[in-house]
């Protein structure tokens, strides 16, 4: 295992930057997810990491060995793809075994290392099985055989569940989660999707446009997020982000004034973002005056998508509200839950 430093890096494809003064450290043993939109540069910074890609300024540290020039072989690190890469004409257990052969390891110790991670894996039976003959959820459990049986320092995820259907990536999510609870390995995960980046981190860096945005564990993300971006991005259904403006005693948005605490510091008249959950809005007699537009019910909580002039709230509630699309309803938020974000540069005010 090993600490992993990234430091001001960069990354230009001739004369557009596409990742812009990178600098946090990922502690020994801790699980971090690379998070954001597609083409936020979090792959390629992945990428770097793993040496498939160049930086073009900074410095990339494994341990206390700096790997700027160092080839992606001997980085002591283990890669999972999206797409598996298997070989098709090798079992589960040659594939398995093919980097340790490559290394010319003891065949007493390749067995070990696999029967091992099969063990830990559950993929003991189908050793002797080809990819052809597995399921998608058995592929990707191969493909992470594979790296572990590497014994890495570190571990690189690129959208490894991608392929797979909504019920077996919640499953698979919890299965790397126990894995590395039970290896303690270092461990850098990308994904587009918050919901793996929640339930899966020990901390999270959220990107975009090749920038850093927020770095911190989920829920201190999801409570107070730093800004308008992450405040929209994390969460799901994300947060509703409302225009408002500073009066005595509160915000007042769509024509209703929302009671905030201490928001007259900001200067009365001041155009804001107001912020709010789904989850911290409940049916009241006063409050944000909306329209239902869709009904939503999920059995566990209702989602009702609701309009305000030109812009959609979502509200989600666990109680079953008889609503249906065209009533008129009041939403109050919970004074305490509001966000409140500068209108021109996003950033958080409360």
Known sequence: ??????????KAYDSVEVIHGMDFTIPDGEFVVLVGPSGCGKSTLLRMIAGLEGIT??????????VNGVPPSERDIAMVFQNYALYPHKTVRSNMAFALRMRKMDKAEIDRRVNQAAEILGLTPYLDRYPRALSGGQRQRVAMGRAIVRDPEVFLFDEPLSNLDAKLRVQ?????????????TTTVYVTHDQIEAMTMADRIVVMENGY??????PLELYDRPANRFV?????SPSMNLIEGTVRTGGIEAGGTLVSVPNVSELGNGRSVVFGIRPEDL???DAGLKVTVSVVEPTGSETHVV?????V???AVFRERHPLSPGQEIHLAPATDRVHLFDSESGERLN
């Open 306 to 310: 609701c309009r305000m002039g030109k």
């Open 231 to 235: 405040a929209s991005f994390i969460g």
């Open 57 to 66: 300024s900074g410095q990339i540290a494994i341990g206390d060995r700096v």
């Open 312 to 314: 959609d709230i979502v």
């Open 212 to 217: 850093i945005r927020q770095i911190g564990a």
């Open 1 to 10: 295992m090993a600490e992993v430093q990234i430091r001001d890096v960069r």
């Open 172 to 184: 698979m999510r919890a299965e790397i989660r126990e894995l590395h609870q039970r290896l303690k």
């Open 282 to 284: 409940i049916l009241s």
